[in-house]
C-alpha cells in the first residue's frame, strides 16, 4: 500500500523539517517501511539530519526551445505572442530566446507555422537517491536561476513514490512547487507556531491547500500561546490539531546541532509516536472535503449553462457613440 503524506507550512521556519524528519524515524523505528522525499528543491536540508549515504546521482534534464532554424522563420512573430513568460522577442527579423524565463511549456512551438524553433537539453537540477538507516532517501537540488522549473523538479522527485510510507517534505508558502508536493497526497498536514505572522501564513495555506481538494490537519510547534488567535483561527476553520510540541530550549539545541529529538530527547519519543498515529489515521480518512464541494458547484454551474453576458451603462454609451 502507498501511503503520501505531504508536511508543509505557511510560513518558513515554523519547524517544517523538524516534524518530517522525525516523523520519519519514528515510522521506521516501528518497522513500516518509509521513504523521505524533500521537496523542497530550492532550499533541501532534510539530509542535513537524516543524513542519508548517497547511493546515485542523476542530472535531471527536459528538453526546452534553445534557438531558431533561420532558414525556416519567416518571422512572423507567432511565438512571442504565445509565450506567456516574455521568454522571446522578435527584433529586426531576430527571434531572441531568454532562456531563464523559459518555463518549457512548448507553446512557440505549437505555434510556430514553420516548424523553426530548435529544442535542446537543458540541465534543471541534480537528483540524489540513498538511504538513511533504513529509509529511503531522495532529494534534489535545483540549478541556479532555473526558480520555474522547481514543480518540475518537485515532479521528478515525486516519480519516486513508492510502496510504503512517503513522507514529502515540502517548501513552505503557497507556491507552484508546493501545490505540485501537496495537490494529490493522502493527507497534507500544516505546521504552524502561535505567533502573528505564521497565523497569517497559516491562512494562505489552508486556503491553497484547499483549493486543491485537500482538507489538511494542523501540527503547533512552539505550543505556548499568548493568546487564543490561532485556536479560534483553528476552531472556526474546524481544523484538527493532530500534535502540538512544547517550546522547549533543548528541542532548539538539539535541532541546531543537526540531531534527531527523538533519539537525543527520549522524553519526546512518546509525544511523537502519539503524532505519528494520528497522521496515518488522518491518512485513511482521505479528507477531500472541499473538492467534492467544488465538483457539487460545477455541476450546478453546468446545470445553469453559461452566463448571459450584459454590458455595462459605460460600454453602452461607447456603443452608442460609434
Ligand atoms: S517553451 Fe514556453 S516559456 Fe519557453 S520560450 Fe517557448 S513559449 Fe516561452
Ligand atoms: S513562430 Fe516560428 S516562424 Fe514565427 S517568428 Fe517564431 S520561430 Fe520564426
Redesign the pocket.
Known amino acids: 500500500m502507498i501511503t503520501k503524506i505531504a508536511v508543509s507550512s505557511g510560513k518558513g521556519g515554523t519547524g517544517k523539517t523538524f516534524i518530517a524528519t522525525n516523523i520519519a524515524i519514528i515510522m521506521a523505528k516501528k518497522g513500516r517501511k518509509v521513504r523521505y522525499l524533500d521537496c523542497d528543491v530550492e532550499a533541501p536540508n532534510g539530509h542535513l539530519f537524516l543524513k542519508p549515504q548517497i547511493d546515485e546521482e542523476e542530472d535531471v534534464m527536459i528538453l526546452s526551445p534553445v534557438g531558431?532554424d533561420e532558414e525556416?522563420?519567416?518571422?512572423?512573430?507567432?511565438?512571442?505572442e504565445a509565450c506567456h513568460y516574455n521568454a522571446i522577442a522578435?527584433i529586426k527579423e531576430k527571434?531572441l530566446f531568454f532562456r531563464e524565463l523559459c518555463h518549457a511549456c512548448g507553446a512557440?512551438q505549437v505555434?510556430?507555422?514553420?516548424d523553426?524553433?530548435i529544442e535542446g537539453e537543458r540541465k534543471i537540477g541534480v537528483l540524489r537517491l540513498g538511504k538513511s538507516g533504513l529509509i529511503n532517501f531522495h532529494y534534489a537540488l535545483l540549478e541556479t536561476a532555473e526558480g520555474g522549473m522547481s514543480p518540475r523538479l518537485v515532479k521528478k522527485v515525486k516519480s519516486y513514490i513508492g510502496e510504503g510510507i512517503n513522507i514529502l517534505d515540502s517548501s513552505p508558502g503557497t507556491s507552484c512547487p508546493v501545490v505540485e508536493t501537496v495537490k494529490d497526497v493522502d493527507l497534507c498536514v500544516l505546521v504552524t507556531d502561535p505567533t502573528p505572522f505564521s497565523i497569517n501564513d497559516l491562512k494562505l495555506a489552508v486556503a491553497m491547500s484547499r483549493e486543491v481538494g485537500q482538507e489538511p490537519v494542523v501540527i503547533v510547534n512552539r505550543a505556548e500561546y499568548g493568546n487564543d488567535n490561532l485556536k479560534e483561527y483553528l476552531s472556526s476553520e474546524k481544523l484538527e490539531i493532530v500534535g502540538e510540541i512544547p517550546d522547549d530550549r533543548q528541542i532548539a539545541e538539539v535541532y541546531s546541532r543537526g540531531d534527531i529529538v527523538v533519539e537525543k530527547l527520549p522524553q519526546y519519543k512518546e509525544l511523537f509516536e502519539k503524532i505519528a498515529h494520528k497522521i496515518m489515521e488522518a491518512s485513511k480518512e482521505k479528507r477531500f472535503v472541499r473538492k467534492k464541494k467544488r465538483e457539487e458547484i460545477d455541476k450546478v454551474k453546468k446545470k445553469i449553462g453559461k452566463p448571459k453576458q450584459y454590458e455595462t451603462p459605460a460600454q453602452k454609451n461607447l456603443k452608442n457613440l460609434w
Not at 525556416?72 to 512571442?80: E, P, R, S, Y
Not at 505555434?111 to 514553420?114: K, R
Open positions: 531558431v525556416k522563420c519567416i518571422n512572423c512573430g507567432d511565438c512571442a522578435v527571434v512557440c505555434v510556430c507555422p514553420t523553426a524553433v
